[in-house]
């Protein structure tokens, strides 16, 4: 039986309830079985690139449409806010304004649980797990949520029932009765259609047996097509849609009444939502842009380190001081320690539509980025810019594991095929950024360029590979021109840059980043074409 439970990161679930205005003062609380429905469909297309329900998809809806859920609700108290919305029209000197209602059930921390009476096929199932997972929100926008599948033998919590009404179930005096909006049966609904099209086109007194006329057949398509063809197509039918064909309420609904806990819904003091951390994720994805759009504006790829620098130092800054620690932003644990093992974050700034430019951000870390780096990444709105003028706008464009970025549109898939290599890894990685060292260099021993670079990969966990001097001559030429040392901070030993090939026995995946500065783009290799 599917099962999802929501949380509401925001303490408060915003929906008024259909037929209702949003100045009545009215919650929709538990969330109609239609709006669940609903909020699934829009997930498949936001979340899952649909073009159109799939077939799981339809079978997953059908199966929804033709029973009514059960939920659990957690405590909830009833509340609103008033705003004063400007009318954009002045009355002796002062704009006029009108009041508007936010009311909505205050939920804290609380999880709501709804559970369909129904077994679908497993690739259903399977849809239904994924969109669950990437709801974002229900109701109004700002009634955000986090929604996670249940197994079908999960029990139900205690308390907070909300359940359909049947002739053979009296709850008791404890319970009150509510309506909802519910999807009609999908075979209830095709009849209904099919009934109504044809009456419908019986009124239009058409010849028998003629083909008819293109002003006739006109008047049947318009007839046919002011009526969604299944229950599924009713489902995705905006307000705008139904009201401009003069339906009273959305096709395809109808209204249930539903049993609820007296105490469901109270009026009392809101509460204070307690902050739930997001969970931590190993890759965040940075886009760059100039005040004017212009690509030609941005920094330059030879200014990657300092680039870097100014992104890093930003998203410090906007950790503010006290709080919990930031390990993998900082670097240092809570005892001001360096991090070993380098599993802080890496800043890579990358040129992925290959202009010569910095356009994005690549920053990721082992051990995962938590909630505060994730906030503080979050809060860098702008940047100052190396080599250029003003400063650069930043915006996330992606969050996930470093896997995800594959999903990056095939104009700049080539540099992220670089950057982490093919699905199985590559044996063949060149110098995308140069190699600087990061000891002086010797002759032989661990204090060589080989022995330098083995034990930079060591430290990362990679197996060991042969190293390979390149010339500096095609597109490496450029790495010369590369800054190589930072403005503040540690400085090499050497200002000097190498541009090599790593040849493992096996494949490996990336990124891979190594030597001086590897943590703001320096020592980048990429994933070499298999010849």
């Known amino acids: 039986m599917p099962t999802m439970v929501l949380r509401f990161p925001g303490g408060r679930y915003h929906a008024t309830p259909g037929g209702h205005h949003v100045n009545e003062g009215l919650v929709e609380w538990p969330p109609s079985p239609w709006r669940l429905v609903r909020a699934l469909i829009a997930c498949g297309y936001a979340t899952q690139r649909w073009n159109e329900v799939p077939s799981e998809g339809r079978r997953l809806v059908e199966c929804l449409s033709s029973v009514l859920p059960e939920y659990r609700l957690p405590k909830a108290a009833l509340g609103h806010s008033r705003h004063y919305m400007p009318l954009g029209v002045l009355d002796k000197g002062r704009e006029k304004t009108t009041l508007v209602l936010d009311t909505f059930a205050d939920v804290a921390d609380g999880k709501l649980w709804v559970r369909w009476p129904v077994t679908i096929d497993r690739d259903a199932q399977q849809l239904f797990d994924v969109l669950v997972a990437n709801l974002g929100y229900l109701g109004r926008g700002e009634s955000w949520v986090l929604g996670e599948p249940a197994a079908d033998d999960a029990a139900l919590p205690p308390g907070g029932r909300a359940f359909p009404h049947s002739a053979d179930v009296q709850p ?10 519910a999807p009609d049966l999908p075979e209830v609904y095709s009849a209904w259609r099919a009934d109504d099209v044809e009456v419908a086109t019986q009124e239009l007194q058409l010849p028998s047996g003629k083909k008819l006329t293109k002003a006739q057949q006109k008047k049947v398509d318009d007839i046919e097509g002011a009526y969604p063809k299944d229950i599924i197509d009713c489902l995705q039918c905006d307000t705008a849609w139904w009201k401009a064909r003069k339906w009273s309420r959305a096709p395809g609904m109808r209204t249930v009444l539903y049993w609820r806990e007296g105490n469901a819904l109270e009026v009392g003091a809101v509460s204070a939502p307690r902050a739930s951390s997001p969970p931590r994720v190993e890759m965040m994805l940075l886009a760059l ?40 932003i900082v670097g240092r644990n809570d005892a001001g320690q360096p991090l070993k093992g380098h599993q802080h974050a890496h800043i890579l700034p990358v040129d992925l539509d290959k202009d010569g430019h910095l356009d994005h951000v690549v920053l990721f870390a082992s051990m995962g980025l938590g909630g505060r780096a994730q906030q503080a990444v979050r809060r860098v709105r702008s940047v100052a810019m190396k080599g250029g003028v003003g400063e650069l706008q930043v915006a996330i464009a992606g969050i996930g594991a470093l896997d995800d970025l594959r999903q990056v549109g095939s104009e700049l898939s080539l540099e992220i095929v670089e950057l982490l290599g093919p699905p199985g890894g590559a044996t063949s990685w060149v110098s995308k950024t140069p190699f600087v060292p990061p000891r002086y260099l010797r002759r032989s021993g661990r204090s060589s360029l080989a022995g330098q670079v083995a034990e930079e990969l060591s430290g990362r966990g990679f197996p060991v ?32 840059g190498y541009a090599l090939r790593l040849s493992f026995e096996q494949p490996v995946a990336g990124p891979i980043c190594l030597g001086y500065g590897s943590h703001f783009g320096m020592g980048r290799f990429g994933a070499e074409a298999q010849q």
Request: contains cysteine.
């Open 172 to 181: 008791g005096r404890g319970f009150e009765q509510i309506a909802l909006s």
């Open 289 to 328: 842009t100039t005040p004017s759009g212009s690509k030609s504006a941005l920094p330059s790829v030879v200014r990657t380190l300092p680039q870097a620098d100014l992104v890093h130092k930003a998203a410090v800054s906007k950790l503010g001081h006290g709080g919990e620690p930031c390990p993998e």
């Open 465 to 496: 590979a042969s190293v390979e001097v390149l010339d500096w001559e095609g597109e490496r030429l450029k790495l010369r021109h590369y800054v190589r040392r930072r403005t503040r901070g540690p400085q090499p030993p050497m200002d000097a």
